[in-house]
Each structure stands twice: as structure tokens, then as C-alpha cells.
């Protein structure tokens, strides 16, 4: 079992920053996949980055390549999402997740979820 709380959220103006984290209950946080996954206002959940279980590999999707970038501290049980050149179309609630893969963009993937975090970036 595990359990995420996703922290870091807030209001920016375009081309801000934000750091997201998400933290971990647990002893096997090193063994799992993470993934950031987002959920604008009238729109369906979507993948936004993952990181395997050492952190060696990650992925991004397209609309945040370049600005945004998902790390982890395993010592620390926390996944961050760096987040850069912030933009309108960036506001959704940002959730992490947990998964036994790495790098699935499919939702269902993913066993554990937090509660989400909202980030609102404002024109």
C-alpha cells in the first residue's frame, strides 16, 4: 500500500515557476514507477511525466517538453515535477501516481493515487 500527498501548488502568472512534490508513505516508494498525471476544468485526466524506479529513465509529454521536468529522492520518498515557462494552458489539478511499471501514459496503469494539487497559472 501506498499512500501520496502531492504538495506545491498555487496561483503564477504566465512564464512562473512551480515545484511540485509528492510525497510517500511506505518502504517500497524505490520500487515503483511515478507518474504526474493533470485534469483541466471540462476535460479528461492526462499524462503529463513519469520516472522509473531509480529515476534513471523518464518521459515527458510533448506539450511540456523543454519546461517542465519530473525527478525523485528516493532517500526522501518524494517525486517532484519542476515546473518552468508556466502557461495558461498549463491550470489543472496535477495529480501523482504510483504504478509496478514505468512510463505508462494510460491512467489505469497506475495502482495509487493522491489527492491532487491545483495549479493556476493566470494571462
Known amino acids: 500500500q501506498v499512500q501520496l500527498v502531492e504538495s506545491g501548488g498555487g496561483l503564477v502568472q504566465a512564464g512562473g515557476s512551480l515545484r511540485l512534490s509528492c510525497a510517500a508513505s511506505g518502504r517500497t516508494f524505490a520500487s515503483y514507477g511515478m507518474g504526474w498525471f493533470r485534469q483541466a476544468p471540462g476535460k479528461e485526466r492526462e499524462f503529463v511525466a513519469a520516472i522509473s524506479w531509480g529515476g534513471g529513465s523518464t518521459a515527458l509529454t510533448d506539450s511540456v517538453k523543454g519546461r517542465f521536468t519530473i525527478s525523485r529522492d528516493n532517500a526522501k520518498n518524494t517525486v517532484y515535477l519542476q515546473m518552468n515557462n508556466l502557461k495558461p494552458e498549463d491550470t489543472a489539478v496535477y495529480y501523482c501516481?504510483?504504478?509496478?511499471?514505468?512510463?505508462?501514459?494510460?491512467?489505469?496503469?497506475?495502482?495509487?493515487w493522491g489527492q491532487g494539487t491545483q495549479v493556476t497559472v493566470s494571462s
Open positions: 501516481a504510483a504504478a509496478r511499471s514505468y512510463g505508462s501514459r494510460r491512467d489505469h496503469d497506475y495502482s495509487y
